[in-house]
């Protein structure tokens, strides 16, 4: 059984800090581009940021590039993400997602295969 776990959500104050954790386990054969994605109340579920395999090559939503940064354990299939600088707007439950790729990080929520449960952030003002 495929399980991604995601855990470090939490309540903090603008400009504050969370580490994510994603911990990946029963995936298929085979080598995969771990990511994250968000989605706040009545709204889209969005990308936020992605890593290869080999953790050579990462991708970020505009809205993210330089406050959170995106890496990847690919020995234990553990993917994390520091947020800082933290904004209310950032608050969302967000999910880890796991799809077989060897080619370019994808960005659209129907690319990925495989889904964690979510992890609350609630960022206050």
């Known amino acids: 059984q495929v399980q991604l776990v995601e855990s470090g959500g939490g309540l903090v104050q603008a400009g504050g800090s969370l580490r994510l954790s994603c911990a990946a386990s029963?995936?298929?054969?085979?080598?995969?581009?771990l990511g994250w994605f968000r989605q706040a109340p009545g709204k889209e579920r969005e990308f936020v940021a992605a890593?290869?395999?080999?953790?050579?090559?990462?991708a970020y939503a505009d809205s993210v590039k330089g406050r959170f940064t995106i890496s990847r354990n690919s020995v234990r299939n553990t993917v994390y993400l520091q947020m800082n600088s933290l904004k209310p707007e950032d608050t969302a439950v967000y999910y880890c997602?796991?799809?077989?790729?060897?080619?370019?990080?994808?960005?659209?929520?129907?690319?990925?295969?495989?889904w964690g449960q979510g992890t609350q952030v609630t960022v206050s003002s």
């Open positions: 997602a796991a799809e077989r790729n060897l080619g370019p990080i994808r960005v659209a929520v129907p690319d990925y295969d495989y």
């Open positions: 890593v290869s395999w080999s953790g050579g090559s990462t």
């Open positions: 029963g995936l298929p054969f085979g080598v995969y581009v």
